[in-house]
């Protein structure tokens, strides 16, 4: 049992929460203290975004994070540095989401191998097909690392089945239509996707894509075993610039510590 696994089973009866920031914004070292202060204050995972200069997935708040961290010149070997110094402080999963681009780039297995040796959980890849994801999925499996799949609001049922059978971890469910970014309600339609997602899969299933408050994270509680909140912690992030890290740290904790109240 990983990671991911023993974390859903000790906290069984609430929804994980599962904050989502990318690595290395807006530089290495506050990037390390704000990932840290928002695990210590209630997170029960954490996504780690590696930047990416095409990321197909992402709405202007997270793609604006990854732009100030490569232009401090943030590289994936970085990431996986920063995986590792996390890791030290923490027994929580650690949650790579990335883009097949990057992997194939750097080599398949030389991308897990190191994600693994970092201390990495799992891996979330929102562009690779599910026909083209079996050779990710399988040295993923090889190495320890939970290869989660995302289950969109355009699947169909047959597809939501076959996305589940490759499924570790957990299953990534995307609440909206489009890219990431805040929205103001969660969709009407994300329950009964959900409720899909469990006809066919024992493995937890998770809501992300627009969730950006208490109310959201509340209301999602009531049906998924977790809730990913993405753009509203960069876009809280991307204010050290004007208010300091001190103070942007004081706020994730606070907003962390809102919605584990929420989850619960």
Same mark, same amino acid.
């Given at each position: 049992?990983?990671?991911? +696994?023993?974390?859903?089973?000790?906290?069984?009866?609430?929804?994980?929460?599962?904050?989502?920031?990318?690595?290395?914004?807006? *530089?290495?070292?506050?990037? !390390?203290?704000?990932?840290?202060?928002?695990?210590?204050?209630?997170?029960?995972?954490?996504?780690?975004?590696?930047?990416?200069?095409?990321?197909?997935?992402?709405?202007?708040? &997270?793609?604006?994070?990854?732009?100030?961290?490569?232009?401090?010149?943030?590289?994936?070997? *970085?990431?996986?540095?920063? &995986?590792?110094?996390?890791?030290?402080?923490?027994?929580?999963?650690?949650?790579?989401?990335?883009?097949?681009?990057?992997?194939?780039?750097?080599? &398949?297995?030389?991308?897990?191998?190191?994600?693994?040796?970092?201390?990495?959980?799992?891996?979330?890849?929102?562009? #690779?097909?599910? +026909? +083209?994801?079996?050779?990710?999925?399988?040295?993923? !499996?090889?190495?320890?690392?939970?290869? &989660?799949?995302?289950?969109?609001?355009?699947?169909? *049922?047959?597809?939501?089945?076959?996305? /589940?059978?490759?499924?570790?971890?957990?299953?990534? /469910?995307?609440?909206?239509?489009? %890219?990431?970014?805040?929205?103001?309600?969660?969709?009407?339609? #994300?329950?009964?996707?959900?409720?899909?997602?469990?006809?066919?899969?024992? %493995?937890?299933? /998770?809501?992300?894509?627009?969730?950006?408050?208490? =109310?959201?994270?509340? =209301?999602?509680?009531?049906?998924?075993?977790? %809730?990913?909140?993405?753009?509203?912690?960069?876009?809280?992030?991307?204010?050290?610039?004007?208010?300091?890290? +001190?103070?942007?740290?004081?706020?994730? !904790?606070?907003?962390?510590? =809102?919605?584990?109240?929420? /989850?619960?």
């Amino acid at each position: 049992m990983n990671r991911i +696994e023993r974390t859903f089973k000790s906290i069984a009866g609430r929804a994980a929460l599962i904050p989502f920031v990318v690595a290395g914004d807006p *530089d290495f070292d506050s990037s !390390r203290r704000l990932i840290q202060g928002i695990l210590e204050s209630g997170a029960d995972m954490i996504e780690i975004g590696l930047p990416y200069s095409d990321p197909l997935a992402d709405g202007p708040v &997270i793609q604006a994070g990854a732009v100030r961290s490569l232009q401090r010149g943030f590289q994936l070997p *970085d990431s996986m540095r920063l &995986i590792s110094d996390i890791r030290e402080q923490t027994d929580k999963p650690l949650i790579a989401f990335t883009y097949v681009n990057p992997i194939l780039q750097y080599g &398949i297995r030389t991308f897990f191998e190191q994600l693994a040796a970092s201390g990495g959980d799992g891996v979330i890849v929102p562009d #690779v097909p599910l +026909e +083209e994801a079996p050779e990710l999925a399988d040295i993923a !499996r090889e190495n320890g690392i939970s290869f &989660i799949p995302l289950v969109a609001p355009t699947s169909g *049922d047959d597809r939501v089945r076959q996305i /589940c059978t490759q499924a570790s971890g957990f299953v990534y /469910c995307v609440s909206s239509l489009g %890219v990431t970014g805040e929205r103001a309600s969660v969709s009407a339609h #994300v329950e009964s996707l959900v409720e899909s997602i469990k006809r066919y899969t024992a %493995v937890p299933a /998770c809501v992300g894509f627009g969730v950006s408050s208490p =109310e959201h994270a509340r =209301e999602i509680s009531r049906y998924a075993d977790g %809730v990913i909140v993405g753009s509203a912690y960069v876009r809280r992030i991307e204010k050290v610039a004007e208010q300091g890290l +001190e103070q942007t740290l004081a706020d994730v !904790r606070t907003f962390t510590a =809102e919605l584990k109240i929420a /989850c619960m």
